[in-house]
């Protein structure tokens, strides 16, 4: 009985609008867990001064927003100077006022550069206060960028969604 109950606490922490599912993306050999069924885009955007495809997919659920960028480069002897050019224009963006940096371990990523996670606080367009966090990691000719933004990341949520990240 202690078992029972036990499992249905469990279940009952679980959020009932975070229905995690396994997804491949299309742009990179890669799967993930996201929290609600994928939306896709790719467009071409300048990126160290040249043309790059960026492919994403990701979704939004309970006021979260869930996604996976991959940019394809020309150059992978700049992919370290390119992926801090990215994170420094994600926090800018973001109106960032504080951000922390951990190394992330990420089995089939290349290093250096290692593999970072970001942890940041800022502002949205509209002046809302919003947390992120984010894994940068490059592979290849592709670098790659993990986000969560919500007015709050929580830790089961984001050891889900990053713990998810598999390279094939």
């Keep these: 009985m202690a078992l029972i109950t036990s499992l249905a606490l469990q279940l009952s ?4 609008g975070l229905n ?11 799967t993930l867990l996201l929290p609600c069924k994928p939306d896709r885009a790719s467009k071409v955007v300048p990126l160290g001064g040249q043309a790059s495809t960026l492919s994403m997919v990701g979704c939004e659920a309970e ?18 100077e390119l ?7 994600t926090l800018a ?7 922390t940096q951990v190394p992330f371990l990420l089995a089939g990523a ?15 367009a ?32 984001a050891d889900t969604f990053f713990g998810g990240i598999k390279l094939e």
């Excluded at 922490?13 to 009932?16: G, L």
């Design 83 to 89: 992926l801090v050019q990215w994170q420094s224009l």
């Design 13 to 16: 922490a679980c959020s009932p």
């Design 20 to 30: 995690w599912r396994l997804v491949r993306t299309e742009a990179a050999s890669v």
């Design 110 to 124: 290349a290093s250096p550069p290692t593999p970072v996670r970001v942890q940041a606080q800022g502002q949205q």
């Design 126 to 157: 509209d002046g809302r206060a919003v947390h992120s966090q984010a894994v940068y990691f490059v592979r290849g000719a592709q670098l790659f960028q993990a986000v969560i933004y919500a007015p709050q990341v929580s830790a089961e949520m």
């Design 63 to 80: 006021g979260a927003m869930f996604a996976l960028a991959v940019a394809d480069i020309a150059q992978p002897a700049q992919a370290a």
């Design 93 to 99: 963006h973001m109106r960032a006022s504080a951000h």
